[in-house]
C-alpha cells in the first residue's frame, strides 16, 4: 500500500509564500499522476495542480495559475507544491494524490491558513 505524507503547511501572511512537500512510501511507487487538492472549511474538495510522473506535464486550477508551481523528484518519490502572493482564499488543507492503475491515494493533509 501506498502512503502519502503532506509537509511544509503553516501560518503565513497574504502575499508570502509557502512550499509544500508529499513524500510517498510503501512500496513500488510507479503513479501515472500526482498533485494537490485543497479544501477549505465547509467546502468541498478541489482540484489544485497535477503533474504526470513521467513527462511532467503540469496542469493547474485558474486561481492558481502563475503563482503556484507544481514539480515532482522521481528520485525521492516526492512532489512539491510551491506557493507564492498567497492569498487568504487560498486557505484550506492541502492534500497530496497519487493516480495510479487501480485507485487514487491521499495524503492526511497539510494546513494552510493565509492572514490577512
Known amino acids: 500500500q501506498v502512503q502519502l505524507v503532506e509537509s511544509g503547511g503553516g501560518l503565513v501572511q497574504a502575499g508570502g509564500s509557502l512550499r509544500l512537500s508529499c513524500a510517498a512510501s510503501g512500496g513500488t511507487f510507479r503513479p501515472y499522476r500526482m498533485g494537490w487538492f485543497r479544501q477549505a472549511p465547509g467546502k468541498e474538495r478541489d482540484f489544485v495542480a497535477t503533474?504526470?510522473?513521467?513527462?511532467?506535464?503540469?496542469n493547474y486550477a485558474d486561481s492558481v495559475k502563475g503563482r503556484f508551481t507544481i514539480s515532482r523528484d522521481n528520485a525521492k518519490n516526492t512532489v512539491y507544491l510551491q506557493m507564492t502572493s498567497l492569498k487568504p482564499e487560498d486557505t484550506a488543507v492541502y492534500y497530496c494524490?497519487?493516480?495510479?492503475?487501480?485507485?487514487?491515494?491521499w495524503g492526511q493533509g497539510t494546513q494552510v491558513t493565509v492572514s490577512s
Open positions: 503533474i504526470t510522473w513521467s513527462g511532467g506535464g503540469t
Open positions: 494524490n497519487a493516480r495510479v492503475p487501480a485507485r487514487d491515494y
